[in-house]
Structures are given as C-alpha cells and as structure tokens.
C-alpha cells in the first residue's frame, strides 16, 4: 500500500514537474525581498529578471530554430526608446504605451526578419549585427529625439492607480512577475507540438520540412515573438531606471544577450534564467570581470561552444542524459 | 494514388531524371531499384518537395502537388525516411516520434504558449500514439533516451516509426534496411509486411534484392535517370533489359 502511495507521488511529481518548478521558483521570488533588502542586491536580481525576458525570446530563436541573431540589442533598444518617447515626448500613459510599442517592434521584426532570415549562418550573424549597429547609430545621432550620447532621462515609473512601482523592492515583484510569466509561455510553447516542430528545425531543416514545418515562417515568427519579448524588456528597463544611455544598447549588449544564451544551452528555457542570472552578476562579483568585461565574456563563450557546442547546462544536461542511459543498459545486459 | 508524369530533374546541363513516369498503386509495394546514381533518391526528393523537378508532374490523389514546399505535401499525408539518417540526436526517442505527428499537434503558436486544457488533453492522445508506435518498433523501453545514443539499426527503426505514427496515406522509403545485419533486415521485412497488411501504400527504394522480391507487388526500375522497366518482382527479374544494366553486356559476360 504505501509502495503505492510512494509511486503514486512520484508519479505526480513527475507529471507537473513544470508546473510545480515554476511554483517553487515564484515562491522563492515571493519571500526574497524579506531575507534580502539590500536595495542594490536587489537592483541587481531587478537586471537578471529583464535580462531574463531578452534572453528567453533569444533562446527561442537561437536554440529552438537553430538560428543566430546578434542584434536583439537593437530590439531592446527599441523597446526602451519607444517606451521613453512614448511617455515623455508624446505623452502616453505608460502600459498602453508599452504594448503599442511592442506591436510597433513586432513589425519591424517581421519587417527584417522577412528578407534577413533568408540568410544563414555567418551571413545572418552579419546582417543582424548591421541591423543592430544602425539602432545604435541612429540613437546617437538623432539627438532632439533620443537625446544623443548624453541620454534620454525623466522617463516616470509604472504604476498601479496611486501605486507607483518606484522602489526596489516594488519593482522585484513587477519585474520578477512578468518574468515568469515569460517563462511560463516559453516553456509552454516549448512542450507543445509547435515546440517540437522547433526542435526538429534546429536540428536538421530538411528533416524538419519533411514532417510538415513550415520551416520559413516558422523562423519568421518566432524571430517576430523574440523581438516582442525583447522590446517589453526594453520597456521595463526604461521605466524601472528613468534614465537610458545608447551605451547600454551596442553591439557588446548583444553578444552578452548570446553569451547568456549560450552560457545556459541551446533550447534549454531554464538554462536561460541561470545563463542572464550569471553573466549579469560576473561583472559584479569580482571587479577584474568589470574592467576586462568584453574580454572574459569572449573567452567564456569561446570555451562553451568548443567543448560544449550546445551550451553549458544543457550540455551538461545532455551529458548526464547519456551517463544515466548508457549505465541503464549495462544493468539492464548484466 | 501518386501519378508520375515525365519527371525530369536537370542539375546543370547534366540530366538527373528524365522523363520518369510510372504511377504507384494504392494499398501496394512499390519497389523502385536501379544501380547507384540511377536517380532513386532524386526521384524521392521531387515527390516530396525537398528538390523541384525540372519538367513534369507529380499528381497525387487526382491533386497536382509539382514544386509545392516540403511542409504542405508532407501535410497532404505523405511521410518519408531519409537514406542517410535523419534522426534528431538531442530529442528523446519519444519526442523524435513525435515530431512525427507535427501537422496533428497544433499551428497556433499563441494557442502552444497558453496551453489550454484542450491542447493538454491532445497532447496526451499524440503521446500515447507515439507511445503505441514505438511499441511496434520494440522501442518502447527506450523512449526516453535521447536519440544519439541508439545504436545505427534503432535509429532506422526510429525513423520508421516516426514515418508512420501520423497513418500517412502513402509511405517513401529511402533504404530502411542498408546498413543493417540479416537478423535485423529480417525484422524490418516484418514490419513492412505489417504496413502492407495494414493498407499502407509504400514506394520503396532498396538494393536488397531479397526484401524487394519478398514484398514488392511492382517493381520500377531506373537507370541514368530513366525508367527502363515496371512490372512484377517475376518479371523484372527476367527482364533482359534490367540484366543488363544490373550486370553490363550479357555477351561480355557470356
């Protein structure tokens, strides 16, 4: 009877283990800001939760459809510029602001994505680097707009009614919700047969063409959904900071986006909080990674993807996989 | 069922195919041979939208599918192996199977992200399909391992069943036993039969002579790119015509 009642658990553990991991995470998150009320460890946590929503999206694109982009700084760029003019310069009220803006850097995405994910490989990583490079470019030079290198400030903070999100601790709890919820819908769409269909493209097209994914468009939209989530991260910097510089949105913010990627494994959404969480901190923890950031950043992503091409937890992942199968067949052959 | 009509495929200057007509009967094995480089795995690749043929038409239950993308003809029923592997190494056994059922599990992106209870309850029928496929494959203990474990004559069998778990209404097979020892040809042999049995209809692409005799109902013979002969396993075997492009002169050999 309790041999029952043991596999009947279990059973049960492994059936929702999404659902009861995520549950564990947010109430980790819920309790957090009573053990810890450092307002700049928290500011901290704040960054790794927006990094977080970028680095999903990213992961979805590049871990999911096999494919590269090294421009989604650009797309949070967008994201937080559209945001702050939105506000400040045209005077929308915040939330609608956001959600027009997302819709606005949903179209340029499938506007670029369009003829750019035509291309492959290196040609792609080129194509959006160019695209990046043209965001940046454009927020330095278009100064009555953007406010030029010396920024874009007085951007206000979110609110609720009276309830302004404008301390730390306030913004844990919007950020870090609209985190999971992020990653919610990602691991959802990643257990679906969409999900599979995406898994099947990363690891060989024409497989995956045959099985009936529309390979193109599928590309296409989740490039599209990356920019979205991308953008609505973009937002919420804009918001939780109140102030942007260009210098936050360069070419290096979006190979620490891949580093983060990376760093938590092609196709891993999971990896992908420990992959933001890591690299957002590194600079932080120890002052030689903040001097020679770019530097520790390209090693790391050099080491990963030689010795561990699919990323470093799930690659990892993988490894122990494999471990625990292999030895099942030696007990099973024993 | 499928219908070729002067198939033609130039890479270049260079004919691949040229002029291949032939139809495939439903409910039936149809084995296509021919010497290597004859144009099989082109021929393959034409029906099912993976290359566009040059000239020609491939009709398909009274439909003309010629030049449609990959995706839309594998989701008017048609499902394939590929001859050289195509198995996706980091997916689990299962979800290898799974992906099998692709047209079956949903379009809608923002349908997946939600996950409504009905996309759950789906989801559960596709993995006990997928499940009951693999149990055909004598596989089911080894759903959960990732698929670049499984050794080479598992893989062919995972490919199987991943061709087959959505009941496609015609079946291509890119060489389902090369590469595999006796015991497990012998095996594959079974399920073909088994396919047949169950009204699968099946182009099948093979160089063992046995297997294609054992359960073709026609066979098609190509060479260079031209169909030098359809008929029963008895009578392409005495066919003069494939001798020779099997075995070169039958007066040098004599």
Known sequence: ?334 | MLRLDGISRHFGGLPALDGVSFTVPRGRVTALIGPNGAGKSTLINCITGADQPTGGAVVFQGRDITGLPAHRISRLGIARTFQNLRVFPRLSVLDNVLCGLTGQGGQSMIMAMLRLPSLRHRERLLRLRAMAALDCYQLGDKATWPAAILPYGDRKRVELARATVSRPDLLLLDEPVAGLNADETAGVGEQLKRLRAGGHTILLIEHDMTLVMEIADQVVVLDSGRCIAVGTPAEVRRNPVVLEAYLGQTEACA
């Open chain 1, 1 to 334: 009877m309790s041999v029952g009642r043991r596999q009947q658990l279990l059973y049960f553990l492994a059936l929702h283990r999404t659902g009861l991991l995520v549950g564990l995470l947010a109430a980790a998150l819920l309790v957090y800001p009573c053990l810890q009320d450092n307002p700049y460890t928290l500011g901290l946590t704040n960054l790794i939760a927006i990094n977080a929503i970028v680095v999903l999206g990213l992961n979805l694109f590049i871990g999911y459809t096999g494919q590269i982009s090294l421009g989604h700084a650009g797309f949070f760029a967008l994201g937080a510029y559209g945001s702050a003019i939105a506000t400040v310069t045209a005077g929308l009220p915040p939330w609608p602001a956001i959600a027009l803006v997302a819709l606005l850097v949903g179209l340029i995405a499938l506007a670029v994505g369009i003829p750019v994910l035509r291309l492959t490989g290196h040609y792609l990583a080129m194509a959006t680097l160019g695209f990046n490079f043209v965001i940046h470019t454009v927020l330095l030079e278009w100064d009555e707009v953007t406010g030029g290198p010396s920024g874009f400030s007085g951007i206000p903070s979110l609110a609720v009614g009276q309830w302004a999100f404008d301390s730390e601790i306030r913004l844990h709890y919007l950020l870090w919700t609209v985190t999971l919820l992020c990653l919610l819908l990602s691991l959802n769409l990643v257990r679906s047969g969409v999900g599979r269909g995406l898994a099947a493209l990363a690891g060989d097209e024409t497989a995956a063409a045959a099985l009936g994914v529309d390979t193109r468009q599928a590309k296409i939209k989740v490039f599209v959904l990356s920019a979205v989530l991308a953008s609505l991260a973009g937002s919420l910097f804009a918001h939780s900071f109140g102030y942007l510089s260009p210098d936050s949105f360069g070419i290096f913010t979006s190979t620490d986006l891949v580093t983060m990627v990376v760093i938590g494994g092609m196709g891993s959404i999971w990896g992908s909080l420990f992959g933001a969480g890591l690299i957002t901190v590194l600079p932080e923890w120890v002052d030689l990674f903040e001097t020679y950031k770019d530097f520790v950043h390209g090693t790391i992503l050099v080491l990963v993807l030689m010795f561990l091409p699919q990323g470093l937890v799930s690659g990892l992942v993988d490894m122990i996989r494999i471990r625990i199968a292999l030895q099942r067949t030696k007990n099973a052959a024993a």
